[in-house]
């Protein structure tokens, strides 16, 4: 036999034992007290009818209105009804009055109920003729051993403090007659008295007032009986429903706990099933989980994918069906929570369960929204009818919802994450062929480099071979060949020459862009150079009729540069400005020493500056002029020539020797090129190669 109903066994045989001796002891006394009865009746006079329906009624009420207080403390006040009934009444009257009013309450209670069992009825009778008649029966002889009234007419001091100690006798002994069924409960001695001795603590209150209800009578009259009676009801009622409200909100704010530990939990990162499975472990501490699923919408195929399926503490295996009939079907339908009572609400909702191998009644499922989708339900089941309430559908709507959204910020998560992962293979794929090309363009600008070195020097041999001869025959055949062959002659000079420029400008190019250029420092005198300049620059000028001024400031220092790239520098600066000036439009080149403390490149400078007068150049041009082969639109159309390679190179020239170059113009009135240029060249820092596009030289804006 199992345990429990061994258990079960035990304590409905102490209870039929005990009851039945009860009831025996109540016969027998009956017949014996037949006489006192009788005197207590008559003794009451008319109102032996109302006290015993005062008492009745309180006792049913005491019945009826038992209430938990604490966890431990279980308030039960028919022992009070029992410590009023019995000065009044005598034991056999009290005792029937009290016993059968517990009864029968007792009864009428337990007809409400769904489930009765046999252990309940003995329980109550005979078992309450043990519980409350046999103490009663005690502290009534004790009463009147104590030289107690019967019934109680008078009341005294002396009488109070009978009823009070009687009352004590009657709170034991009912605590007496409770060890037996509580040890067959399987409590232990131990625990037994540890209860009873917490449950008494409410006799302290009870006690006076059962001792002021029963002397109520002798000082009031029925009335008094009635009125503290009906105060005690109304007391008991209240306090019970306290104590219900106290319990419901302990209830609740165990949920309020468990939702929170929910949203907690389902927000860290986990897995489907693990989160699933936190969902699950939190419901069960607030719900009644005994069947419980997680089915989840797959909108791709309309199936309901039931990813969690917990049925009596065993988890099934996976499972999927068609969206369509069903609970679960219904609540993904109508995005609505359905709390479905019992199985004959099905029909009346017309709804239907899928055909289940067990036999359930009550449904509670709640969908899980995530931005107005509905992702999947939560459902939960119970083989009792109305197991589930409108609370708990509350609460599972918030736990879906949370649920939901954690599921969809983790299918957002993973999503991200593969296309972080894609992402990351084409920046490498495209870094990979980047390399590559960069490798390629690396390699063909080599070549290029390579080719231009070879082609120059290829070409410059034969040039040099057609400028000198054209040279010499220009001497040599200036007054014996046609005036027309002639000038054929000085074309071919020009070209040749013009072709030289060209292929060393090209040649230069290439190797600052290779980071070959080295240049060549050396101590000289500005002065000198710049005469040598002006000296070369002077038939070009007077040709185009123009003026070259020149200026230095007299403390300007001896610099120590490449001579050859500043005289390069110098001449690619006075041919432009010669070039673009008007006809006998000035040229002023002016030279002045600019000390550490103002000098834009940090340190000690000469600033050169070469002003014309000429045809500007226009603000959206400046930025481009220093790019190679660039030409503005006013200088291709005033049909000068040039190469457009002449500032780049300057530029370049310039920033080898860790200086700067910038340039202001006004389009119709001239334009200004300032360099800077470091007094004594530091060849122990480095240059950075050239790179390609260039960044644009500095640019002042135009003068006013
Ligand atoms: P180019 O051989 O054409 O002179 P540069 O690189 O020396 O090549 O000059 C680039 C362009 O800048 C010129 O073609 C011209 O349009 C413009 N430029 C340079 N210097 C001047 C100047 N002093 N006045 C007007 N325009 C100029």
Not at 201 to 224: K, N
Not at 516 to 544: C, I, N, Q, W
Not at 549 to 558: E, G, L, R
Request: glycine content about 6%; charged content about 20%.
């Amino acid at each position: 036999m199992p345990a429990e109903a061994l258990q079960r066994r035990r304590v409905i045989t102490v209870f039929l034992i005990e009851g039945i001796a009860g009831l025996c002891i109540l016969l027998t006394l009956t017949w014996l007290r037949r006489e006192q009865t009788a005197a207590i009746l008559h003794a009451l006079g008319p109102n032996a009818a109302i006290l015993i329906a005062i008492l009745a009624a309180f006792t049913a009420a005491m019945t009826l209105l038992r209430f938990e207080l604490t966890e431990v403390i279980y308030v039960s006040l028919v022992a009070t009804a029992c410590i009023t009934a019995f000065p009044l009444l005598g034991p056999v009257l009290g005792c029937w009055v009290a016993v059968s009013a517990s009864i029968a309450a007792r009864l009428i209670s337990l007809l409400r109920k769904p489930k009765r069992n046999l252990e309940e009825v003995i329980r109550i009778v005979p078992g309450l003729f043990a519980i409350y008649g046999v103490p009663l029966i005690a502290a009534s002889m004790v009463y009147e051993r104590l030289g107690g009234e019967l019934p109680l007419l008078h009341a005294t001091p002396q009488a109070a403090m009978r009823v009070a100690g009687s009352g004590i006798v009657l709170i034991l002994m009912n605590n007496l007659m409770m060890f037996m069924p509580a040890r067959a409960y399987g409590y232990s001695a131990a625990q037994v008295l540890r209860l009873d001795s917490l449950d008494s603590s409410i006799y302290l209150l009870t006690l006076p007032y059962a001792v002021t209800t029963s002397l109520a009578y002798g000082s009031i009259g029925w009335g008094g009986v009635l009125a503290l009676a009906f105060t005690g009801g109304v007391a008991n009622f209240v306090a019970g429903n306290l104590a219900i409200l106290r319990t419901k909100s302990q209830g609740q704010l165990q949920r309020l706990a468990s939702l929170t530990n929910i949203g907690k939990t389902i927000s860290l990162r986990y897995t489907t099933d693990q989160l699933l499975m936190a969902i699950y472990t939190e419901c069960k501490k607030i719900v009644d989980c005994s069947l419980f699923t997680i089915a989840l919408l797959d909108e791709s195929t309309n199936e309901l994918s039931f990813e969690l399926d917990v049925r009596d503490l065993v988890f099934l295996p996976k499972d999927r069906i068609p969206v369509g009939e069903g609970l679960n079907s219904w609540v993904v339908k109508h995005h609505q929570p359905l709390l479905v009572g019992s199985v004959a609400d099905e029909k009346r909702f017309g709804v239907k369960a899928i055909a289940d191998t067990k036999k359930t009644e009550s449904w509670l499922g709640v969908p899980m929204i995530a931005r107005d989708r509905v992702i999947g339900v939560i459902s939960v089941e119970s083989y009792r009818k109305h197991a589930f309430k409108h609370d708990d559908m509350i609460l599972l709507t918030a736990i879906a919802n949370q649920a939901a959204v954690a599921i969809e910020n983790q299918q957002l998560y993973k999503d991200l994450e593969g296309l972080t992962y894609a992402l990351e293979a084409r920046v490498m794929d495209r870094t990979n062929e980047l390399r590559e090309a960069n490798l390629r363009l690396m390699a063909a600008d080599r070549s290029k480099n390579q080719f231009l070195a070879n082609m120059s020097h290829e070409l410059r041999t034969p040039l040099n071979s057609i400028i000198g001869f054209s040279s010499v025959l220009l001497e040599s055949t200036r007054t014996t060949i046609a005036p027309r062959l002639y000038k054929f002659l000085e074309n071919i000079h020009a070209a040749g020459n013009h072709l030289l420029e060209l292929i060393n400008d090209i040649l230069d190019l290439s190797k600052i862009e290779a980071g070959k250029m080295e240049l060549r420092p050396d101590v000289f005198d500005l002065h000198e150079t710049l005469a040598a300049v002006e000296r070369v620059m002077r038939g070009f000028a007077s040709e185009a009729n123009v003026r070259i001024v020149s200026f230095i400031d007299a403390d300007v220092p001896k610099v120590r540069l490449d001579e050859g790239r500043l005289k390069q520098i110098l001449f690619n600066l006075l041919s432009n400005a010669v070039k673009f000036s008007p006809n006998g439009g000035p040229v002023e080149v002016a030279v002045r020493r600019v000390p550490k403390a103002t000098s834009p490149i940090g340190a000690e400078a000469v600033r050169i500056d070469v002003q014309d007068q000429g045809i500007g150049i226009p603000p959206d041009e400046l930025q481009r002029i220093f790019d190679e082969f660039y030409q503005t639109e006013d200088g291709r159309r005033s049909r000068r020539g040039g190469t457009g390679l002449g500032l780049s190179l300057t530029r370049n020239f310039v920033e080898l020797h860790h200086g700067t170059i910038e340039v202001q113009s006004t389009p119709g009135k001239g334009s200004c090129f300032t360099l800077y240029l470091p007094v004594n060249y530091d060849d122990s820092v480095p240059v950075p190669p050239m790179r390609a596009p260039r960044p644009a030289a500095r640019v002042a804006p135009p003068s006013a």
